[in-house]
């Protein structure tokens, strides 16, 4: 028998418990954009569990507490892959972990999944009812009652505690007079290390290898014991230059959308100075290129054309003009004997970019392009 549906019209903790009370033995296959979870059930019981997601793994879980290094974890996942061996079964063979202490991470792996799936709002499930293959029953038996009890007091504390903190654009520092005296080590330590500079509340769940349950609990008493503090400063300036980006996406926007691409693209490229990583400023940027070469390979028939400089500019040198340093440089090398295939080689640039300039030169009115002279084949004049 199979079940098949949606987290929408199924709650995770409404399925999870049709399967305890049912007894049920089988495979729970979830899914969401981020990532694809299976837990395996033995009468109701859970006995294993995989994930996609890079902290719920073994070997993270491994370097969380200590027994590994990542640089081992490295080295042993290569060993893994040329043996094709369980990563837990080679590292006991290895006398890298105990048994009893892989028995230990790999339960707490069970537990770090099943409260994961517990919090999911969407995505798809299938529950495959059957009997479980050997290799498929990864850890004795943990039950599935006391699973979902303290699964939903790890909600109602991680609820309390996300109102409690900041959004999470919110931008945290370590206070004045902020000690880590009292966090020997731990998670708490973790956090003070990668607060070495302010960083947005995303920047540090994201950068720390453990479950959001346990980040969170550890900011909220941080937070509340004075450790560490937002930097309302950062984030106002932080919102100020947002709010300009914003502006400035618009005007670039609208001007490609008047077809105005290099004025976009020079607002667009003072974005990306602001801002390196701004998607939308990079991927308006490959809009108006597009336009751009498409409009000037309709312009320029040939690469063997030779651009010219319009008389009422020839006295003029790159410096004097608008142009970007590279524009600048590629307009020096237009000496009306100079095609735009030789540009290319002279200026060790892209064609694509040649093109750009040129047709921005063009637009400019500081060049003009003249059509070849139709070339002469068998006695007839062709072009």
């Known amino acids: 028998m199979s079940l098949s549906g949606s987290f929408e019209g199924m709650p995770p903790q409404d399925l999870l418990e049709w399967i ?97 799936l517990m919090n999911w709002k969407e995505g798809q499930f299938t529950f495959e009812e059957r009997d479980l293959l050997d290799n498929e029953k990864i850890v004795d038996v943990v039950n599935s009652s006391n699973l979902l009890l303290e699964g939903a007091r790890r909600i109602d504390e991680l609820r309390r505690n996300k109102e409690m903190l900041p959004q999470e654009n919110s931008i945290l520092k370590r206070a004045d007079n902020g000690k880590i005296d009292t966090y020997k080590n731990g998670l708490e330590q973790k956090i003070w290390e990668l607060l070495d500079k302010p960083r947005l509340l995303k920047e540090i769940t994201c950068g720390l290898n453990a479950s959001e349950f346990n980040i969170m609990d550890a900011l909220h008493k941080m937070m509340s014991e004075g450790c560490i503090v937002r930097d309302e400063k950062l984030e106002k300036d932080r919102a100020a230059v947002s709010s300009q980006i914003e502006q400035n996406m618009n005007q670039a926007t609208e001007l490609m959308e008047h077809q105005g691409y290099h004025e976009s693209i020079a607002i667009l490229r003072k974005i990306l100075e602001i801002d390196k990583t701004c998607a939308p400023a990079e991927t308006l940027l490959r809009k108006c290129k597009k336009h751009i070469i498409h409009d000037a390979k309709r312009m320029i028939e040939s690469p063997d054309i030779i651009p010219k400089i319009r ?62 002279p139709p070339r002469r084949k068998s006695n007839q004049w062709v072009r």
């Open 311 to 372: 008389h009422s500019f020839s006295s003029l040198s790159p410096a004097k003009l608008p142009l970007t340093a590279e524009e600048g440089f590629v307009y020096s090398r237009i000496d009306g004997r100079t095609s735009v295939k030789s540009l290319k080689y002279l200026t060790n640039m892209e064609m694509e970019t040649i093109y750009i300039m040129l047709h921005k030169f063009s637009r400019m009115g500081l060049i003009y392009l003249e059509k070849l």
């Open 20 to 116: 305890a009370r049912g007894k049920k033995s089988g495979v729970l296959t979830a899914s969401n954009t981020d990532q694809k979870q299976n837990i395996f059930f033995h009468d109701g019981n859970v006995v294993g569990v995989t994930s996609s997601k890079s902290k719920d793994r073994l070997g993270a879980l491994l370097v969380r507490k200590g027994y590994l290094t990542q640089e081992q974890l490295v080295q042993f996942r290569n060993i893994q892959i040329d043996k094709s061996e369980q990563l837990g079964t080679l590292l006991e063979k290895k006398n890298i972990v105990s048994g009893e202490n892989l028995k230990q991470v790999l339960s707490e792996q069970v537990m770090e999944v099943y409260f994961d």
